[in-house]
């Protein structure tokens, strides 16, 4: 029997406008994909942290999990760094769960154009 561990779970979308419906939106489409890739329930979930880049600002990204039932996990959102040149409108998040999967197990979700941030993460 595997034993269980913490392990993080990254994904990232980006939106083309910043409005409550596209942060909503696009929030649930990935954090839905990352659950359902990665076979995790809220039980499994230790935390989950949300970042944005400095241009969303018009809705918390966790209200999305939260409207997804995730009721207990507790949830952050921050603002990444500005770093001058980095792709605008980004949405990231960061699952830490329990799960008896190996480090290279794990499915990291990239969406969208989002899928430039890490190229060596092949999405089939």
Known sequence: MNQQVVRGV???I????NTKEAITSATKELLG?????NELVSEDMASIFFTVT???N???P??????LGLT???LLCCTEINVPGSMPMVIRILIHAN????????????LREAVRLRPDMKQD
């Open 58 to 60: 018009a809705e918390f």
């Open 10 to 12: 990254r994904g990232a």
């Open 33 to 37: 994909e990352m659950l359902r890739e």
């Open 54 to 56: 400095p241009d969303l």
């Open 62 to 67: 966790a209200w999305a999990a939260r409207e």
């Open 14 to 17: 980006n939106i083309t406008e």
């Open 72 to 74: 207990w996990v507790p």
């Open 99 to 110: 799960t008896t999967k190996g480090q290279r197990e794990i499915k990291h979700i990239y």
